[in-house]
C-alpha cells in the first residue's frame, strides 16, 4: 500500500493515506482541476493497473452545505 500512497503524493495529491488495513487508500487534491491532472499523472505512471478509481468531489467545503 505504501507505493499506491507514494504515487499519489508524486501525482499532487495535497494528502495522500492509508485507510483501513491497508488496502484502500485515498489521495485529496485541492481542486477538481489538480484532481484530474493526478488522475492522469497515474495512468501515464501505469501504477493504477488493477486499482479501482473513483473520483468524487465535495460541496464547497463549507459547514452545513
Known sequence: ???AREA????GAAVALLCGSGSCVAGIF?????????RA???EEDVTRGWGVIATATGS????D
Do not use: Q, Y
Open 1 to 3: 500500500a505504501a507505493p
Open 8 to 11: 499519489l503524493e508524486r501525482a
Open 30 to 38: 485541492r481542486s477538481e482541476a489538480e484532481r484530474d491532472a493526478g
Open 41 to 43: 499523472r497515474l495512468a
Open 61 to 64: 467545503g463549507r459547514v452545513g
